[in-house]
């Protein structure tokens, strides 16, 4: 049954077309339990405190208000065992411990310094709530905190590749795409009771054919980068402003450039605007050592604390004080123009369309509150205005849109991700090549594993889930793409040679038939993520060869 509100039916309002927005949200999997203090993992930790709790405070005050809203949320299943790892969540609760200790401090010391005191109290509370949230509200259990919005109706949350693989490189073994869905698809059934009825391509990384492994689990549709659905064959009636029915029957939908060009530019977007916190200046690299010391890694590596007291200002190095009310105002200003601006594009597509279109507009979840520290309120203040002050346009999911619009035209979407230029140059370059030759080497010998030992037991059947596992942990995009950017390099390194590494330890030990049983239990204990993996999900019974132009080709550096 399609709401009466979102069909455009409302009393004498009649909408004329419908917004998407679409937040993906993903974290390599960076747990380090062999070290008790680990840079890495901050990675986590300021993600969680800064954008995760925030967006579900902003959710359910939005929920509590009475206020009718959809947003698509992607949970990436690395993500989703992080926060339900308890040796993690105990380390982000002393993590936000700390947090609240230096928030104190900070609060003592500018005492005397109106400038930044309003701020320093600020953190003290965001930090607060945080901990408030984590520990007594949802009492450990994030992902259940998703669940429940989901539950009202209010969220539809989707998954992605089960490590975030990059379906267009990796498929040299169409086994290695299976795996990382139907691995995601357990860990999704898992922890919210049902199969996810959307599936967002890793770096929207698209390869026709690649869409009937999704249809497999009943994913019922995707996404795509704006030229990807363009450049569709045949070419799509409605452009990028309605979806397409892949030949398998899959839906995919196209992102929309202009909503997207206003939230991500960095010259044009509205994160860059001079009032807006700064996101560099921070008092970890501000303070002397001697007092910022206790609270940062081992006393001497200079990190961000989340502690920042000044606005973008310029494109210069001087910064001024960060004022928060005139942060705010702007956050409204600028939900407001994205707001109009979307009544405008829907406007005009209304006279020319013989259907409702919808906009579609997807951003990585981190931007909002850690990367645009007024992002979960920007979000706030536009689906209010989008409740409270307009008819022509209303929000929704796909998978409501495909409830409404049940036919739609068929087409097979081009060779496509939202990376750089357009398609793989971001993970297949100069300075990450060098991986995919051991990948696609380590994908033919899990699929030998799984097609040899087809019905393992006891501690060959530990020692095959494990080789998976590293096999997955491998193939995560994060480490080309840090590879790319030049940032934490030697980091995506190393975290890639260590699973290529265990994966061959494990491979050879197992055609050997001489399995270490005290090594496998690091392994199992280090890398535990996707208790309930299954190796088999390698065998090549699971997969069908794709038809000639639809086949790939090895690409060795």
């Avoid at 609240?100 to 005397?112: C, D, F, H, S």
């Avoid at 450990?140 to 490590?163: H, M, P, S």
């Avoid at 105002?329 to 369309?353: P, T």
Wanted: hydrophobic letters at 35%; charged letters at 25%; a neutral charge.
């Amino acid at each position: 049954m399609v709401d009466e509100k979102l069909s455009g039916k409302v009393g004498s309002e009649v909408t004329q077309g419908y917004l998407a927005l679409v937040l993906h949200a993903h974290l390599p999997y960076v747990r380090h339990p062999e070290h008790e203090h680990f840079l890495e993992e901050k990675w986590f930790y300021e993600a969680v405190t800064e954008t995760y709790l925030p967006l579900l405070w902003t959710f359910e005050k939005l929920l509590e208000d009475g206020v009718d809203f959809r947003v698509t949320f992607n949970l990436s299943p690395t993500l989703i065992s992080m926060l339900s790892d308890d040796l993690l969540r105990q380390r982000y609760a002393r993590h936000l411990e700390k947090l609240i200790e230096l928030a104190g401090r900070e609060v003592e010391r500018t005492r005397n310094q109106p400038e930044f005191h309003a701020t320093a109290l600020m953190y003290q509370d965001l930090f607060s709530r945080a901990h408030y949230l984590f520990t007594e509200k949802y009492r450990w259990n994030v992902v259940q905190a998703f669940k429940k919005l989901q539950d009202a109706g209010k969220i539809e949350v989707i998954t992605t590749g089960a490590t975030h693989g990059y379906f267009p490189l990796l498929g040299l073994q169409r086994e290695a795409i299976h795996a990382q869905v139907a691995t995601a698809v357990k860990v999704y059934e898992s922890h919210f009771g049902r199969r996810p009825l959307g599936f967002w391509l890793p770096e929207c990384g698209y390869h026709p054919g690649d869409e009937r492994i999704l249809k497999k689990f009943g994913i019922k549709y995707f996404f795509v980068e704006s030229h990807g659905l363009l450049h569709a064959s045949p070419r799509p009636k409605y452009g990028y402003f309605a979806p397409v029915y892949t030949p398998s029957g899959v839906a995919a939908f196209g992102r929309d450039m202009e909503s997207s060009k206003q939230v991500w530019s960095t010259r044009e977007g509205y994160p860059g605007d001079f009032d807006y916190r700064d996101f560099y200046r921070d008092i970890g690299y501000d303070l002397d050592l001697d007092y910022i010391g206790p609270h940062i890694l081992n006393g001497t590596i200079r990190t961000h604390t989340g502690i920042k007291y000044y606005r973008i200002t310029g494109l210069s190095d001087y910064k001024e004080p960060y004022v928060r009310s005139c942060a705010l105002e702007k956050a409204a200003l600028h939900a407001g123009n994205f707001m109009f601006n979307r009544e405008k594009q829907v406007e005009w597509l209304a006279q020319i369309l013989d259907r409702k279109p919808i906009v579609v507009a997807p951003y990585d979840a981190e931007l909002f509150g850690h990367w645009w520290f007024e992002g979960p309120q920007w979000l706030d203040y536009l689906i209010r205005k989008i409740y409270y002050d307009q008819t022509t346009i209303k929000m929704i999911t796909p998978g409501e849109y495909l409830q409404i619009y049940p036919c739609n035209q068929v087409a097979t979407p081009s060779e496509s991700s939202w990376g750089w230029k357009g398609y793989h140059e971001v993970w297949l370059n100069g300075a990450n090549d060098w991986i995919w030759r051991h990948l696609h080497k380590a994908g033919e010998r899990m699929v030998e594993l799984a097609n040899t030992y087809g019905a393992a037991e006891g501690t060959l059947k530990r020692a095959l889930n494990q080789a998976a596992r590293e096999l997955l942990l491998a193939q995560s995009s994060d480490w080309p793409f840090i590879m790319k950017t030049g940032a934490m390099d030697e980091y995506a390194r190393n975290r890639f040679k260590t699973h290529i590494s265990y994966f061959t330890g494990l491979y050879e030990n197992i055609k050997k038939s001489a399995v270490n049983e005290g090594w496998l239990a690091e392994l199992e204990q280090r890398d535990n993520l996707f208790p309930q993996i299954d190796y088999r999900v390698y065998q090549s019974r699971n997969v069908e060869r794709l038809p000639g132009p639809l086949a790939r080709r090895a690409v060795y550096a």
